[in-house]
């Protein structure tokens, strides 16, 4: 496995298995300002293989598998064990899932992964004013809104290693977490005492706000704060806008939340893949 210098090796990378004809099939779903981004910042790899090119993006917890192959190559091949492990995400348009998915499914179930979890895709369009930003209302006494700042960097990544599957979820690294801090990008509930009682993490790219994670501490939980942390971020953002977030199926409180606040699913689902 060797590290991608820059977005040049990237694309003459994929450019080699794009030469060998019959169409790509892929995962990959990234910029090339991220591909940018990733190579900065050195977690960004690629190892050979019979079909094409493999790429895994280093996390925390885990790597995130993307491929290029060639698809008249499509060939079995045993992936190399790896000291982190190794998920792979299939995207597809609908529930059932369509041919290149279904042939890519079927592929990497019978190379060593096996199914992980099942995401379905939720979408909200606001396009009227919400709450008031700061109206202190949709809190119970005692709490307050406010953003988690660099300071706080320790208690969030306690607060989401806790509540959140790291294996499912890649949380972000240190330096990572600090850039979101410092961007605002984690609105949170603060308890009396000062600690942060529940928070959320968002990314913003034009009119489209994507949900990161959201998270509440076991003290303070069934206190109504995730519901108020969504209604703060709804009222924070300028309209008109749309809301994206992925929801693990199997998880039917997180699903009736976010359908009880006007969540609609739009037919993406995503196929987690995993090899331990």
């Known amino acids: 496995m060797q590290a991608v210098r820059d977005v040049g090796q990237f694309t003459a990378l994929i450019k080699e298995v794009r030469a ?7 995962n990959w779903f990234f910029f090339l300002g991220d591909v940018e981004r990733y190579t900065q910042q050195r977690n960004l790899f690629w190892v050979a293989h019979p079909s094409g090119v493999l790429f895994y993006k280093e996390e925390t917890d885990l790597l995130n598998l993307y491929y290029y192959f060639a698809a008249d190559l499509l060939q079995p091949a045993a992936l190399q064990k790896l000291q982190k492990p190794v998920v792979l995400d299939l995207v597809s348009a609908g529930v059932e899932p369509d041919l290149a998915v279904q042939r890519m499914y079927t592929y990497w179930m019978s190379n060593g992964f096996v199914l992980y979890k099942t995401y379905r895709r939720m979408v909200l369009e606001i396009k009227e004013p919400t709450i008031a930003a700061e109206s202190s209302a949709l809190l119970p006494v005692g709490y307050r809104f406010g953003f988690a700042r660099v300071e706080h960097l320790a208690e969030i990544q306690s607060l989401w290693r806790s509540s959140l599957d790291s294996l499912s979820t890649a949380l972000p690294d240190q330096a990572e977490l600090s850039a979101i801090l410092e961007n605002q990008q984690i609105p949170c509930v603060f308890a009396a005492d000062g600690k942060i ?7 913003q790219r034009g009119n489209v706000v994507t949900i990161k994670h959201v ?7 069934r206190h109504g704060l995730a519901k108020a942390l969504r209604d703060f ?24 939340f976010y359908k009880a606040s006007g969540f609609s699913f739009d037919g993406r689902v ?7």
């Open 20 to 26: 060998k004809g019959g169409g790509l099939l892929t």
């Open 270 to 276: 995503t196929f987690q893949l995993l090899q331990e």
């Open 233 to 256: 971020l709804f009222a924070k953002e300028a309209i008109p806008r749309k809301y994206l977030l992925w929801v693990d199926e199997n998880n039917l409180p997180a699903v009736e």
């Open 197 to 203: 009682a529940a928070a959320l993490q968002y990314d």
């Open 215 to 221: 998270a509440t501490a076991a003290a303070h939980r």
